[in-house]
């Protein structure tokens, strides 16, 4: 039983929404529909969804919805699927789709993946990644659970799942810094070495450490994009989830497995 939320705004043209749902229905997978709105968000037609008995949850769009939808299905038995309309390219090659037909195509196989999400104290969770709105060079620190970092930086990223970055596991996120002067990277990766963490990234300028869990302070309250989108801000914790979703994906997806 497949319940679809789909977030009409990333359609390029009002025909495309009856595309995806003929397509859908050729398929022989089509279900019920729903769309959000502003007196009903995507995580309120989740639980709807749930109520209902629905067993595949499907996101249309792009990560914000999916990262809404995904938040409510950790740990449960219910399955998450995602047609993507203007994703991330790094959760569409997350899913093995680059096209919506592709996705319909995988959902209509339901492989599942297992695999665990970033999130925030406040609630909002990320499949692949977030970053820091760093508009120029800044004093952060960055609390772990033995140690803390403080540095000028000029980006952060922290990282639940990168292309071309090996997770040490799948219950850690990668936190990359690019920092905006030599002593302060320098700093870093002497620290990085210390507990284990190995530089995976070309630049001089960017370190990378790896952590289950850590805490992040601004001296002023800056935002935590997913995908360009404000999800949190600083100070935040951010962590990965003890439990896992269950994730379709396609064959090309670095998650399937034979």
Same mark, same amino acid.
């Given at each position: 039983?497949?319940?679809?939320?789909?977030?009409?705004?990333?359609?390029?043209?009002?025909?495309?929404?009856?595309?995806?749902?003929?397509?859908?229905?050729?398929?022989?997978?089509?279900?019920?529909?729903?769309?959000?709105?502003?007196?009903?968000?995507?995580?309120?037609?989740?639980?709807?969804?749930?109520?209902?008995?629905?067993?595949?949850?499907?996101?249309?769009?792009?990560? !914000?919805?999916?990262?809404?939808?995904?938040?409510?299905?950790?740990?449960?038995?219910?399955?998450?699927?995602?047609?993507?309309? !203007?994703?991330?390219?790094?959760?569409?090659?997350?899913?093995?789709?680059?096209?919506?037909?592709?996705?319909? *195509?995988?959902?209509?196989?339901?492989?599942?993946?297992?695999?665990?999400?970033?999130?925030?104290?406040?609630?909002?969770?990320?499949?692949?990644?977030?970053?820091?709105?760093?508009?120029?060079?800044?004093?952060?620190?960055?609390?772990?659970?033995?140690?803390?970092?403080? $540095?000028?930086?000029?980006?952060?990223?922290?990282?639940?799942?990168?292309? *071309?970055?090996?997770?040490?596991? *799948?219950?850690?996120?990668?936190?990359?810094? !690019?920092?905006?002067?030599? &002593?302060?990277?320098?700093?870093?990766?002497?620290?990085?070495?210390?507990?284990?963490?190995?530089?995976?990234?070309?630049?001089?300028?960017?370190?990378?450490?790896?952590?289950?869990?850590?805490?992040?302070?601004?001296?002023?309250?800056?935002?935590?994009?997913?995908?360009?989108?404000?999800?949190?801000? $600083?100070?935040?914790?951010? &962590?990965?989830?003890?439990?896992?979703?269950?994730?379709?994906?396609?064959?090309?997806?670095?998650?399937?497995?034979?």
């Amino acid at each position: 039983m497949y319940y679809y939320i789909f977030d009409i705004k990333k359609c390029r043209k009002r025909s495309q929404v009856e595309d995806i749902k003929s397509y859908l229905g050729g398929l022989g997978i089509s279900g019920e529909f729903t769309y959000p709105t502003a007196a009903q968000s995507p995580e309120e037609l989740v639980d709807l969804g749930l109520s209902k008995k629905y067993t595949t949850i499907v996101a249309i769009g792009g990560d !914000e919805i999916v990262n809404a939808a995904a938040a409510k299905l950790v740990g449960r038995k219910e399955a998450l699927g995602v047609i993507p309309l !203007e994703t991330s390219s790094e959760l569409s090659y997350l899913i093995g789709s680059q096209s919506w037909r592709e996705a319909a *195509d995988a959902l209509r196989y339901r492989k599942i993946s297992e695999f665990r999400l970033g999130q925030t104290a406040s609630g909002q969770a990320f499949l692949t990644h977030i970053s820091l709105d760093v508009f120029a060079p800044m004093d952060i620190t960055i609390e772990f659970r033995d140690f803390l970092i403080q $540095t000028k930086a000029k980006s952060l990223v922290i990282a639940n799942f990168y292309p *071309d970055l090996h997770k040490i596991g *799948d219950d850690f996120l990668d936190i990359m810094i !690019e920092s905006a002067a030599p &002593e302060g990277g320098n700093l870093i990766k002497k620290i990085s070495r210390l507990f284990g963490a190995k530089n995976e990234l070309e630049e001089k300028s960017f370190s990378l450490i790896r952590a289950r869990s850590l805490r992040i302070f601004t001296k002023t309250p800056i935002a935590l994009l997913a995908d360009g989108k404000k999800i949190a801000k $600083t100070p935040q914790l951010i &962590e990965s989830t003890d439990e896992k979703i269950r994730l379709i994906t396609a064959k090309k997806s670095p998650l399937a497995t034979d």
